[in-house]
């Protein structure tokens, strides 16, 4: 079992629908990554979180310490939001070392 | 404020050459690392260090070699490249804990 899981895999939406991506992680964490990567382009920092919530923009990221879980939500989302987001997390102990998710492809269609 | 700055884009090899890609960064970063990106999966990491003068391996290290003699340099050499190697590579640079982060543009290798 991977030690962070993503769903789902693949999401497709009609533009303006708001979107959540998950991320779960069995390990403790001292800190979670959001990163976005758009097809055959570079992979960009979203978010770091520790705890709570985060906004920029219409993305949102949450954090749920105590269950291991953490969401990406997309508000009113647009054909460039087309990418695949990824979860990665600092685990304790780890050497600064970042666990990975397999990453979620996400198409929005106009 | 250049961030990371990664070379060559491209580069196509024949099996047994020896080739490295250069990776520099300009916001005093101690940790940096290196990935490789395969088709449909994650990034897997090859080497990484957490200062000038350390480094440590990953999860895929064979045929790769890497040296941090400066805190702006991490090149990654490959030995004697192989197909298997034929993949696309990133750098990233970060200060953990703090939410820097920050990628390469990649860096698309083919090995014939």
């Known amino acids: 079992k991977n030690e962070v899981e993503q769903s789902p895999q693949n999401l497709t939406a009609q533009e303006g629908e708001f979107i959540t991506i998950n991320c779960s992680y069995s390990?403790?964490?001292?800190?979670l990554h959001w990163l976005q990567q758009h097809p055959g382009g570079g992979i960009v920092s979203l978010f770091m979180?520790?705890?709570?919530?985060k906004k920029h923009g219409r993305l949102i990221a949450t954090i749920n310490i105590q269950e291991k879980h953490s969401s990406l939500h997309i508000t009113a989302s647009h054909p460039r939001d087309s990418a695949v987001y990824i979860c990665?997390?600092?685990?304790?102990?780890?050497?600064?070392?970042?666990?990975w998710g397999a990453g979620t492809k996400l198409i929005i269609k106009p | 404020n250049a961030g990371v700055t990664q070379t060559p884009k491209f580069q196509v090899l024949k099996t047994g050459q020896s080739m490295t890609l250069q990776c520099a960064q300009d916001?005093?970063?101690?940790?940096m690392s290196w990935y490789r990106q395969d088709p449909g999966m994650g990034l897997r990491l090859i080497h990484y260090?957490?200062?000038?003068?350390?480094?440590d391996q990953g999860e895929v290290p064979n045929g790769y070699n890497v040296s941090r003699s400066t805190t702006e340099d991490f090149p990654l050499r490959l030995l004697s490249a192989a197909p298997s190697q034929t993949s696309v590579y990133f750098c990233?640079?970060?200060?953990?804990?703090?939410?820097?982060?920050?990628f390469g543009e990649g860096s698309r290798l083919t090995v014939l």
């Open positions: 979180l520790s705890s709570g919530k």
């Open positions: 916001m005093n970063h101690e940790y």
């Open positions: 990233a640079s970060s200060r953990p804990g703090t939410g820097e982060l920050f």
């Open positions: 260090s957490v200062g000038a003068g350390i480094t």
């Open positions: 390990v403790g964490i001292s800190a």
């Open positions: 990665a997390v600092e685990a304790q102990d780890s050497n600064y070392q970042l666990i």
